[in-house]
């Protein structure tokens, strides 16, 4: 278990770490539009992306 802890946690730090290695301006231009929406809609994404993990980690598990 704490081996596929480790591996998910650096496979997630390399595709998040190839975004803005290859693509630097479309990098910086997403995040500058992030950071200009109201809280409650950065915090919608997030719960967005926290329940697709999670199916997907059932998905994967079954």
């Known amino acids: 278990m704490r081996d596929s ?6 496979l997630v730090l390399v595709i998040e770490g190839l975004f803005p290695l ?6 910086k231009d997403a995040f ?6 109201k809280n ?6 997030g719960l967005l992306s926290v329940i697709i993990g999670i199916m997907i980690i059932f998905i994967g598990t079954y």
């Open 40 to 45: 409650g809609q950065i915090k919608f994404y």
């Open 22 to 27: 290859f693509f630097t301006q479309s990098w």
């Open 5 to 10: 802890i480790v591996l998910a946690i650096g």
């Open 32 to 37: 500058i539009r992030i950071t200009n929406q």
